[in-house]
Structures are given as C-alpha cells and as structure tokens.
C-alpha cells in the first residue's frame, strides 16, 4: 500500500507556543505580502492543549510582539502577577522567608502573567485557522523523510494496529506530508528533534542538554487562604544541597493554585524518587496548610530543558529548523521558557518569509541562528547562562550566593561560561553506594499515590496497539538495571509505567505499563543504559490535561 501524499510550503510538528506562534506569524506576513502561503500544523494531542503542561507565569513580550490586542477580552485564563515571595524549607516543618532584596533579580515577576499554558494555546490555536492554518490535532509526526541528505517531510502515525504491528479493523496508513520547510516544535526531548540531532551531529559543537522533571497540580482552595496573582517558589527541602530544584505555588484565577515541584534528572541517588519528593513537599506545614481542605483537580508531569544557551544545538539543517523547547530555549534564571519559545517561532517564521521577498530560497535557513543571535533572546539566554551550572558546580547554598551575585550585581555579565559536562543520566550512583530513602505513605488529604494521580492526567491509551516505549535490548532491566542500580525506572517514572514483578518461579521480570504514559520523556532521558525509547503512540494517546 502507498501513503497518501500532501505538499505544504511549510510543516511545522507540534502545536505549543514555538510552533502556534511560527503558524500565526507565517500565516501574517502571507496575508500581507499576498504570499498565499499553505502551511500545516501537526499536534499529537488529541486537541491543541492537551499535552501541554506548565507553571505558568510567562513574560508577554513575544506575545505583545505577535497579537498586540491579546489582551483584549478573555481569551484565556491569565491574571497579572501582584506579588512575589521566596521561602528556604530548612526542614518538614521550618521555613525562612527570603527578603526581596535577597532575591534574584529574574524571579521577580512585575507585569508578568500567571496564565494556564494549555489555555493559551488552545486561544493561539483558534488564531491560526482563523488565519488559514491547516491545524491537524491528533497526528503525530513518526518519521523524517529524507531525500538527498535534505528533510522533505515527515509521515503521520498509522492508526489501527494491534499490539504486534498487524492491521485491525478500521485501519488507516500514515500520511506523508511534504514541505520546503519542515519546522521542529515538539517540545522537550522531542522524539524527531533527537533523531535529528543525531543525523546532523547538531550538538558537536554544545554542551549536552540537561534536564528536570516538573510536576504540577492545579488545586481548588479555600478563598480565605486564596490571594490571586501571588507568585511564590520555594528551595530546600525535601531536596538536599546537592540536588537541584526548587517549587513554585501560583495563585490563579478561580480560587486556583497551581502548584509545583522541578527535580533536576542528574540526581546520583537511585533511591530517589521525584514523584515521592512532590509529596513529600506538599506535606510540608507551608503547602499543607494552605491545601487542606481543598480540592486536587489535575496533575501532571513533564520533562523540561535546563542545559541553557551552551546547550542549544545548531538549529538549522538541511529543510528543516527547530525552535523551542526541542531545542531547549528555556531561561533557568527567570524559570521561564514560553516567551523564548515564542520568539523562537515568531523568527522561523520571519526568516523563512524573508527569503521568499528576498528571492535568497535554499535548502538550508541559515539565517535564521543569525536572526536569532541579533534579537533579544539571546542576549536574555546568555545573561543567565551561568545559573544552572553555579548550582551544580556548588550546591544550593553556596550556589545560591553566587547567582544572586552574578544576577543583582552583573546582571549576568560576569566575564566567564561555567559548563556543565556529562549527561545526566550518567550520574547515578550504584545502588549499593547510595543512600536508602524510605517514603511514607500518602494521607490522600494531601499527599497521593501515582495511580490516583494518573487518573486525575486524563491518560488514556487504545491497549491493543504497539508499546511505544521501546527497549533496545530487553534483558537489560533485569540484568544490568536491576543489580547495579535497583532499576530506577520503578522510582523516577511519575506515572508507575515500569514495574519490576516477581513471578511465580520466583524470577524478576520487567514490566511496562505503556498506557499510564503521561508522555513525560522522563525515560528516555534518565535510564542508566539509554536503553529505553520513548516513540510517539497511536494519534490522540497520552494525557488530556485541562486548563494545565
């Protein structure tokens, strides 16, 4: 059987704010350069929002930048940023709260927005057909195609397999669709974005990406304790001083708060468990008295850029760039990411336009880096260049002191670059050299286990479909994971999609539940041997968070 065929000017893969934003721009400098420009936006969520997940407070620049008049009316769930707090957990139950002056400059947030990123991008959305966007939700891209060292394309998913790769009822073949100019959005540790990386050797010339992971909950809570547009984080417990991390508690709109923990995934100790860290932090007497009595809503978790502007890869190839958080724009020192993303796509877009005026069309958009070189955004990602790496190269204290030198008083012109080298998968320590750690268990007032906290995701998987979570050799987690490391895929998966059993005999054997996946990436970053892919599943698979 042959694919079906479709030709665009430009593809761009996935529907977050790098790619919403390149789509809107695109379709903008088409109408008012009579360009009639057809372009096609892949989203592998079941509708646009679905998989997206963040804090959020952003920085409206990109977006003042791309629709001046967003503002105007409710087009998504946002409120401005009243009031900014830090608080140090120096234990279960003590805290410290920071004085402003003691603040690093780049987590105040005046004239920021605590917005619902979901949201955002469901109102971006809406601006991209309104402007002639051929927006197709539930496709996701699963393959390049490549046509003389040149990306020409990518193929949709096939639908309708069973669990051993055969047709079912109903199936249908993957598209292939073809473009100029193929734009790479997927998001954090993007499943193309890394095949790329590796065809084009991208990343010879950075410093590996490093990563956290990043839960959140969205909570209903009394409106005694609520106070809208408060921004607070947290450092310290329950992280000790040598893993890096940090909370956030947002107060949105609606009596809401979104809460939060992010946990660095170079953490040496295998015992560790981030999800379990979560509870441990929402059972702290500063998060626990302001949820009792409340009501969880959602949760979520996923992965997230943290290697900074010495990690970005080249962004360009032959028929293709990619923006955003596939590429890893995320600010650590401000712990922002969407405004970068955006100004990211908004320049793909700008770029690719200008050559078409310019009449200067190649295989390759190596203006774009250029572009992007000579905007703000990389003056902003090289001022906090040396964030992350001081706090690992020092720990939380004494990192501490110099971030808040680096930014308050050079405003990230310090004249040096920390690198951070190693992958952090290749941090952990052996099972038997590492610290036990014994967690208790959930109250379910404040603290919960993972599978009722799946089910608050909206996870959802067709179960007789190929796993697409993919190991390379399957006698690994029992034979190399399990007595080296414990197998830490058990503890550092926040959606209990592996599980070492005992079976009758006695023998260990490894388990994947794929369809609790919340599509976090977590795996395929932190496994100890890099045996696990993760590969996009069936259209419409995965979580269906709300208003995230």
């Not at 959020?56 to 409710?74: F, H, K, Q």
């Not at 619902?116 to 996701?140: D, I, K, T």
């Not at 304790?225 to 607070?232: A, I, P, T, W």
């Amino acid at each position: 059987m042959s694919r079906e065929s479709m030709e665009f000017d430009v593809i761009i893969v996935g529907a977050g704010p790098a790619g919403l934003s390149a789509a809107v721009r695109l379709m903008q400098l088409s109408n008012e350069n009579n360009l009639d420009l057809s372009v096609c936006l892949l989203e592998k969520g079941s509708e646009i929002g679905a998989h997206i997940i963040s804090g959020a407070v952003i920085e409206t620049r990109s977006l003042d930048e791309l629709i001046p008049e967003w503002d105007d009316g409710n087009n998504f769930l946002q409120t401005p940023v009243k009031d900014d707090k830090m608080l140090f957990l120096t234990g279960e139950r003590t805290s410290i709260s920071v004085p402003k002056f003691l603040m690093p400059k780049t987590m105040m947030n005046h004239g920021n927005r605590i917005i619902s990123l979901g949201s955002m991008c469901q109102y971006l959305g809406r601006e991209a057909e309104n402007l002639g966007v051929n927006v197709f939700p539930g496709f996701p891209a699963v393959d390049l195609i490549e046509e003389e060292g040149k990306i020409v394309g990518v193929i949709t998913g096939d639908m309708g397999l069973d669990k051993d790769g055969e047709p079912k009822d109903g199936y249908e073949m993957g598209y292939e669709l073809r473009a100029k100019q193929t734009i790479f959005s997927e998001g954090c540790r993007g499943n193309l974005g890394k095949q790329l990386i590796n065809k084009y050797s991208l990343d010879e010339n950075s410093d590996p990406q490093h990563y956290g992971i990043g839960f959140k909950e969205v909570w209903n809570i009394d409106s005694e304790k609520h106070s809208e547009g408060l921004v607070m984080h947290t450092a310290g417990f329950p992280l000790d001083n040598n893993t890096e991390g940090g909370g956030f508690i947002y107060h949105a709109p609606n009596h809401q708060v979104f809460i939060g923990l992010i946990v660095s995934l170079d953490y040496a100790n295998p015992n560790l468990s981030p999800f379990e860290e979560f509870q441990r932090w929402k059972a702290h007497s500063e998060l626990k008295g302001l949820l009792q009595d409340g009501e969880r809503i959602s949760y979520g978790a996923r992965a997230l850029n943290k290697g900074g502007i010495q990690s970005i890869p080249k962004l360009t190839f032959p028929g293709g760039v990619m923006i955003g958080c596939d590429a890893g724009f995320m600010n650590g020192a401000k712990i922002k990411g969407t405004h970068t993303a955006m100004k990211s796509g908004i320049t793909a877009a700008e770029t690719y336009v200008q050559s078409i005026l310019n009449d200067t069309q190649s295989d390759e958009l190596e203006n774009f880096e250029n572009h992007l070189k000579q905007s703000w955004v990389f003056d902003e990602l090289h001022r906090a260049r040396n964030f992350s790496p001081l706090q690992k190269k020092f720990g939380l204290l004494l990192g501490s002191i110099f971030i808040w030198i680096d930014q308050n008083l050079f405003l990230g012109r310090l004249p040096f670059t920390l690198s951070a080298k190693g992958e952090d998968y290749a941090k952990l320590l052996p099972f038997n050299k590492a610290t036990k750690k014994d967690y208790v268990k959930p109250d379910n007032v404040v603290t919960f286990d993972r599978t009722s906290s799946i089910y608050l995701s909206g996870v959802n998987h067709e179960e007789n479909q190929p796993c697409h979570l993919h190991l390379k050799d399957p006698t690994v987690p029992i034979e190399k994971n399990l007595p080296e490391f414990g197998e830490p895929a058990r503890l550092y998966c926040p959606a209990g999609v592996y599980e070492v059993i005992e079976s009758e005999s006695g023998t260990p054997y490894f388990q994947i539940n794929a369809q609790n996946c919340i599509h976090c990436k977590t795996c395929d970053i932190k496994d100890p041997a890099q045996n696990i892919q993760w590969h996009c599943p069936e259209g419409t698979g995965g979580p269906n968070y709300t208003d995230m």
